[in-house]
T-cell receptor, first 109, second 117 residues
Framework: EDKVVQSPLSLVVHEGDTVTLNCSYE??????LLWYKQEKKAPTFLFML????IEKKSGRLSSILDKKELFSILNITATQTGDSAVYLC?????????FGTGTRLTIIP | EAGVAQSPRYKIIEKRQSVAFWCNPI?????LYWYQQILGQGPKLLIQ????????DSQLPKDRFSAERLKGVDSTLKIQPAKLEDSAVYLC???????????????FGEGSWLTVV
């Protein structure tokens, strides 16, 4: 069965810290890996990764994919209270998108 | 650009009652998804449509859940009869083509929050 596993399940850090969120996967026909941020409503798209070793960056957020070791990381530097959310990783294969359970990130002011 | 529209936003029903959720995807998006997200878990795909055809409904509990997208645009998801464990957020999403590919980002609606008591 296809799996997407995120770690840690939850993380509490102080404002200004840097965090790394992990996503490992086991799927049969990998196409892409996506990261979403979910606050109290719908997930919002952050990144889509298809190639190994190419970092995607948006402001303080960055992400990279390792297709050999089957994982991705999401980094957030200089965290702010507005970064508090659940971060979801999803893997696309053929026409199917499988989500992990998410990492709940809490930033303490 | 208007986003994915869902209604109702919130619904509380008693077990064994029925409920229906409606979704209008982003204009021009061929693929529509219904996800179930139970508190503390990631979204789980219930059904995926490509235009008005079903691509994947392998995780849809067909004894009580049904979904349709008759004209290939908006969609309804129905639960009848509801059980306590159906309490969740039902997320509708859409993408231009088959989601996840370059240029085919999946966009989510705000969700319909269901509580079964």
């Amino acid at each position: 069965e296809d799996k997407v596993v995120q770690s840690p399940l939850s993380l509490v850090v102080h404002e200004g810290d840097t965090v790394t969120l992990n996503c490992s996967y086991e799927v049969t026909n990998f196409r892409s890996l996506l990261w979403y941020k979910q606050e109290k409503k719908a997930p919002t798209f952050l990144f889509m990764l298809t190639s190994s070793g190419i970092e995607k960056k948006s402001g303080r957020l960055s992400s990279i994919l390792d297709k050999k070791e089957l994982f991705s990381i999401l980094n957030i530097t200089a965290t702010q209270t507005g970064d508090s959310a659940v971060y979801l990783c999803a893997v696309e294969e053929r026409e199917k998108l499988t989500f992990g359970t998410g990492t709940r990130l809490t930033i303490i002011p | 650009e208007a986003g994915v529209a869902q209604s109702p936003r919130y619904k509380i029903i008693e077990k064994r009652q029925s409920v229906a959720f409606w979704c209008n995807p982003i204009s021009g998006h061929a693929t529509l998804y219904w996800y179930q997200q139970i508190l503390g878990q990631g979204p789980k795909l219930l059904i995926q449509f490509q235009n008005n055809g079903v691509v994947d409904d392998s995780q849809l509990p067909k004894d009580r859940f049904s979904a349709e997208r008759l004209k290939g645009v908006d969609s309804t998801l129905k639960i009848q009869p509801a059980k306590l464990e159906d309490s969740a957020v039902y997320l509708c999403a859409s993408s231009l083509g088959l989601g996840g590919r370059s240029g085919n980002t999946i966009y989510f609606g705000e969700g319909s929050w269901l509580t079964v008591v």
